[in-house]
C-alpha cells in the first residue's frame, strides 16, 4: 500500500513538472519529464517493485563482498588488465605501426623514402586502329573530345 502511494505521488509530481516545462514551451524537455514521471507507476502496475527490491539486495550483498572479500579485488584487477589490453592493442592499431603481416623493415635500411605530395597523373590509354581505346571506354571518345576542346 505505501509503495503505491510513493509510486502515485511521484508520477504526480513528474506529470507536474512536465507540465510547467510544457507552459514554458519547452516540448521536448516536458515529454522527457512526462516520460519518466510514468515510470513509477508502470513498476508498481506491472508488480516489478518486489523484483526491484530483490536486486537491490543482489546489490548491496555483492557490494559488500567487493570491500571485504580479496578473490573479488583479484577479479576486478583482471578486468582491469583485460580493459587495459584491449585499450591499448586499439590504439596501437589505429596509429598503424603495428600492421599485422607485414614485414618488418631493418634499422640499418634508413629511414623510409618520403612520398611525393601529388601523385602522378595516369599515362592515357593507348587507341586502337578503330578510334576505340583498349580500356573499353571507347564509346565515350567523342565526349572526351568535346571536353578536351573547352578545356576541361
Known amino acids: 500500500m505505501l509503495s503505491a502511494a510513493i509510486s502515485f505521488i511521484l508520477t504526480a509530481g513528474g506529470v507536474a513538472v512536465a507540465g510547467l516545462r510544457a507552459y514554458k514551451r519547452r516540448f521536448l524537455s516536458a515529454t522527457r519529464w512526462f516520460a ?10 506491472t508488480g ?8 537491490g ?4 550483498d555483492w557490494a559488500a563482498k567487493l570491500v571485504f572479500d580479496p578473490r573479488v579485488w583479484v ?4 578486468l582491469g588488465v583485460s580493459a587495459a589490453l584491449l585499450v591499448t592493442t586499439r590504439w596501437v592499431g ?3 605501426s603495428a600492421v599485422e603481416g607485414a614485414p618488418e623493415r631493418p634499422a640499418a635500411a634508413g629511414p623510409a623514402p618520403e612520398r ?3 601523385a602522378p597523373a595516369p599515362k592515357a590509354p593507348k587507341k586502337q586502329a578503330g578510334g576505340k581505346r583498349e580500356d573499353g571506354l571507347g564509346d565515350f571518345a567523342d565526349i572526351e573530345e568535346i571536353l578536351r576542346k573547352r578545356g576541361i
Do not use: H, N
Open 36 to 45: 519518466v514521471a510514468l515510470l513509477p507507476a508502470g513498476l508498481y502496475l
Open 48 to 55: 516489478l517493485f518486489p523484483l526491484a527490491s530483490t536486486i
Open 57 to 60: 539486495r543482489a546489490f548491496t
Open 75 to 78: 577479479g576486478v584487477v583482471l
Open 94 to 96: 589505429r596509429r598503424g
Open 116 to 118: 611525393p605530395a601529388v
